[in-house]
């Protein structure tokens, strides 16, 4: 699994657009990049994943330059119910070379204040 | 389509006692990871199961073992419990059949053990 570089906590407004990066400098060649969404005590929830250019489903976008070396996920006009720790993960978690190794690292803490 | 189900939600256990989770997957998911969730450590990867074979393991003792069914459903066993086996046991299932699929998470056990 590739290593992932995530901002630990961002603070936003409702309604607001909130951008949110991930740094993978050494994205493999058939990596993709999936990003998930976490309540307290629940688990994960899959947001969008993407291999190149841009994605974009109900809930949010995923833009992911030509190089790869990063991605962003932006959320549209947030709400309260927004604020999630929220992950970033590059490849298979599947993959067993990955064997004992945290597979989410600390993601980043999404704020939403009224 | 139904979720991931975990059951139980809460389960409280004493020390040296074993336990047993167990997780339904989305249907025609035939891949069932397990997870061990911690503050202190993050999202633990313990193993994976795809057409009732282990596919994959993390670095957990012995004490932590699993298995899945012919229906993909699987159970996961801990036995002679410790007090840091206290934390968030996920499942997440996926179609597994090549990678980068998206997992999708239950909403855990919470396990205590006193």
């Known amino acids: 699994l590739a290593k992932t570089t995530q901002p630990i906590s961002m603070d936003s407004y409702e309604g607001q657009e909130v951008n949110i990066t991930c740094s993978h400098n050494?994205?493999?060649?058939?990596?993709?990049i999936t990003w998930y969404q976490q309540f307290p005590s629940q688990g994960p929830r899959f947001i969008i994943q993407?291999?190149?250019t841009k994605v974009t489903n109900e809930v949010a976008s995923l833009f992911i330059p030509a190089d790869r070396k990063s991605s962003t996920l932006s959320l549209p006009r947030v709400s309260l119910s927004d604020t999630a720790v929220y992950y970033c993960l590059v490849g298979d978690m599947l993959d067993n070379t990955n064997a004992g190794k945290s597979t989410f690292g600390d993601g980043t803490t999404l704020t939403v204040k009224p | 389509k139904a979720g991931v189900t975990q059951t139980p939600r809460y389960l409280i256990k004493t020390r040296g006692q074993q336990v047993t989770l167990s997780c339904s997957p989305i249907s025609g998911h035939r891949s069932v990871s397990w997870y061990q969730q911690t503050p202190g450590q993050g999202l633990q990867f313990l193993f994976e199961?795809?057409?009732?074979?282990?596919?994959n393991k993390g670095n957990f003792p012995g004490r932590f073992s699993g298995r899945q069914f012919s229906n993909s459903r699987s159970e996961m066993n801990v036995s002679t419990l410790e007090l840091g086996d206290s934390a968030l046991y996920l499942c997440a299932s996926s179609r597994g059949a090549m990678g980068n699929s998206p997992l999708h998470f239950g909403n855990g056990t919470r396990l205590t053990v006193t």
């Open positions: 050494n994205i493999a060649t058939n990596d993709y």
């Open positions: 993407g291999y190149k």
């Open positions: 199961y795809f057409s009732e074979t282990q596919r």
